[in-house]
């Protein structure tokens, strides 16, 4: 079996890279944005791309790098001196991990970090302890760096957390790493101080690194929180094993402008610099200085459209709920729900009957016109992912279709 496209392999391209599936958030993102480009009435709760615009004065802080020649040139490989900092900064008031500017590295999104903490880690052979549901890419970025994935599954029934005693029963001697991600793309589940205590300090005592995808990190929707607790502040050993991984793209509905960073120990951000330098060299000076004035700047429009996504949160929580068949958890944070909706499944729809979500993903599609990303592109079938960074008068739309197609 061959991703979609690719199906010669007497081509000569390399079984490392024919082993890659497409992304199959952006695929569904893709499909149903095309759909729409054809006239359908789609409605998306695929992509976690927040529907606003970003804020007025990163844009004008971009509008002004432009006009800069200085940021016509290359600069550090590594990053822009003052956004490093600024990004330090940020990790010690959020993170509580005090680092230096040298402990930083500015990359072209999240994901581009994720691909590099994977690729200065891995050999190959080592195992990943991964929590399913994961977000897709992180199995594919260990798998291009050679190390192989171990899913450690946590159901609705445990809200999504993978508890200590599940991932030692997963480690053996090869155990290399773990992914550790709170709030969890993709079912929004928050761990608490105490439970993330716990895996840092099992981690520590194994000699296990951490990669810490911290992207949601301030969308928490927890009354008077304003950031999820980190790996390394409830466990501060850690920090010597430890890469966080974080940008501006959801808190500041900044997806388009690719702005990444991972944050460790010096040797580890040495070799993810070197590689960074070969790969892909300094992200757009534009999108570095953009990214400082989100940071620095005024922050109450990245604290209205979390006010926003947590009204969305509810409706679409209790709207979901509504249907016969499905059982939606409260998430506590970033901008998506998780529900579990097997009670849908082997049962006759318009005169199909899904018996995974695959399938059932496809069926709503075509039927309801709503696009959401099946339980499959993150562990196992059953569930389907839902964005609720939409508008509140499609996100109301779109329960609204689902709820009259499941009632008939
Ligand atoms: N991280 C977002 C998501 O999970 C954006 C799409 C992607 O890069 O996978 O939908």
Redesign the pocket.
């Known amino acids: 079996m061959y991703p979609e496209g690719v199906s010669d392999t007497s081509r000569g391209i390399s079984q490392r890279i024919l082993s890659i599936a497409e ?1 199959a ?2 695929k569904v993102d893709a499909k149903a944005k095309a759909l729409k480009a054809q006239g359908r009435p789609i409605i998306s709760f695929a ?3 927040p529907d606003f615009a970003t804020p007025p004065h990163v844009v004008e802080a971009a509008l002004a790098a432009v006009r800069d020649p200085a940021n016509h040139r290359y600069t550090p490989a590594a990053g822009l001196p003052i956004l490093r900092e600024a990004i330090a900064a940020k990790t010690a008031r959020d993170s509580g991990w005090a680092v230096s500017p040298s402990q930083v590295v500015v990359t072209n999104g999240g ?1 581009q970090a994720v691909y590099q903490a994977c690729a200065t880690l891995l050999d190959p052979g080592d195992e990943v302890l991964l929590p399913a549901p994961y ?3 992180y199995p594919e970025a260990i798998a291009l760096a050679g190390g192989i994935p171990v899913e450690v599954f946590a159901g609705a029934d445990q809200d999504y957390k993978v508890t200590v005693a599940q991932l030692e029963a997963a480690r053996t001697n090869k155990t290399k790493a773990l992914f550790f991600v709170s709030p969890s ?1 993709p079912t929004g589940a928050v761990m608490s101080f105490e439970e993330t205590k716990a895996i840092g300090e099992w981690a520590t005592e194994h000699g296990i690194w951490v990669i810490a995808d911290e992207i949601y990190q301030n969308l928490v929707y927890e009354p008077g929180m304003d950031h999820a607790v980190s790996i390394v502040e409830a466990a501060p050993g850690v920090a010597d094993r430890c890469i966080a991984v974080n940008g501006v793209a959801k808190t500041y509905a900044m997806t388009g402008w690719r702005l990444g960073w991972m944050v460790g120990p010096q040797d580890a951000i040495n070799a993810a610099s070197n590689l960074q330098s070969h790969l892909s060299s300094n992200v757009s000076n534009i999108s570095q200085m953009a990214a400082l004035a989100a940071l620095t700047g005024d922050q109450s429009d990245a604290l209205a459209m979390r006010e926003a996504f947590n009204a969305r949160r509810h409706a679409i929580v209790s709207g979901l709920n509504a249907i016969d068949g499905i059982v939606c958890p409260e998430p506590m944070g970033a901008f998506y729900v998780y529900p579990d909706v097997r009670g849908l499944l082997g049962k006759q729809w318009a005169g199909t009957t899904p018996t995974t979500s695959l399938e059932l993903a496809d069926l709503i599609l075509e039927q309801c016109e709503v696009a959401a990303v099946p339980g499959e592109a993150f562990g196992p079938s059953g569930y389907l992912r839902f ?1 609720y960074a939409l508008g509140d008068k499609d996100l109301a739309e779109g329960i609204a279709r689902l709820q009259a197609f499941f009632s008939g």
């Open positions: 992304s958030t952006l992509a976690g791309e994901k977000w897709t890419t793309n964005s």
